[in-house]
């Protein structure tokens, strides 16, 4: 898990984009609200380089020019799908696809940071939208604030430190394999943050994710324990590829990826490595 690239483009400009694109009535509905939308706009990106997005008043709006907003927002439009890849398109000019706030699945949609419908006004805003799985998306819901403060982790803002706090425990039960994950802040975590990403693994239920997916991950690490004995490696030197294989995802993806935690976890066990020599 690590902080994105936001949007580096006007975002309003992209908005107008994608309205001149509409040929429906929703187009001169909005049209009407421009100046209003103009200055909200305005303020979405001062509040976000402030971290006060928690400060964002609801805009008054008839239920026909909330609907319109929300009309302009169409994934499978050329505009939405243009900033997708922008958006999963890193600085050495690469995709990547994995789902931000999981790392599981595939980011193919986009999910509105602040939800749609308190706030229409921004659907339309590409810093309010950050790639995303439709699993993801579809666990999250439109309570984003407690106790007046931002409750959910926010990819544009957040910058959460290169600092373990996921971990695997794989053991072996009656012949078989089990892997658990648990969370665990070190001492002096900034207590904000760990109450966000807590919500955040909650709300997206991560922990039950990933023991659901481990499965095959274990079979490619079997896999690659097994082509590198073919090779003549011994068993420091596979658990040292592994290793370092694991810390390249890492540097990716941060050190939370549950992945590499998941391999470091499996080699640093001598039972469960020398099981899956034997798978």
């Not at 939405?80 to 050495?92: G, H, Q, S």
């Not at 089990?178 to 900034?190: A, K, M, R, S």
């Amino acid at each position: 898990m690590k902080k994105r690239n936001r949007y580096k483009k006007n975002a309003y400009k992209f908005h107008r984009y994608v309205l001149s694109r509409k040929r429906n009535d929703s187009k001169d509905i909005v049209g009407k609200i421009e100046c209003k939308l103009r200055r909200r706009f305005g303020l979405y990106k001062r509040l976000l380089n402030e971290d006060k997005l928690e400060e964002l008043t609801h805009l008054r709006l008839t239920e026909e020019r909330r609907k319109a907003l929300k009309d302009l927002y169409s994934y499978d439009s050329k505009a939405f799908c243009e900033l997708r890849i922008e958006l999963t398109t890193d600085e050495n000019n690469r995709m990547s696809n994995l789902c931000p706030n999981c790392l599981l699945e595939i980011a193919g949609t986009l999910d509105h940071i602040i939800p749609q419908t308190p706030f229409p006004e921004y659907s339309t805003n590409p810093y309010n939208l950050i790639p995303c799985c439709s699993t993801c998306n579809s666990k999250k819901n439109d309570d984003w604030i407690k106790n007046g403060k931002r409750s959910i982790i926010d990819f544009y803002i957040d910058d959460i430190p290169d600092i373990q706090f996921l971990y695997a425990y794989p053991k072996l039960v009656k012949g078989y394999l089990d892997i658990t994950y648990e969370i665990h802040f070190p001492l002096g975590y900034d207590i904000t943050l760990k109450d966000r990403l807590k919500n955040h693994f909650g709300k997206l239920e991560l922990l039950k994710r990933y023991r659901e997916n481990s499965d095959d991950k274990i079979n490619e690490l079997a896999h690659d324990i097994k082509a590198a004995e073919k090779y003549g490696l011994n068993d420091d030197n596979i658990k040292g590829m592994i290793k370092m294989k694991a810390n390249e995802m890492q540097h990716k993806h941060g050190i939370n990826y549950w992945v590499p935690i998941l391999n470091i976890a499996c080699v640093d066990d001598e039972n469960v490595y020398n099981y899956l020599k034997g798978r």
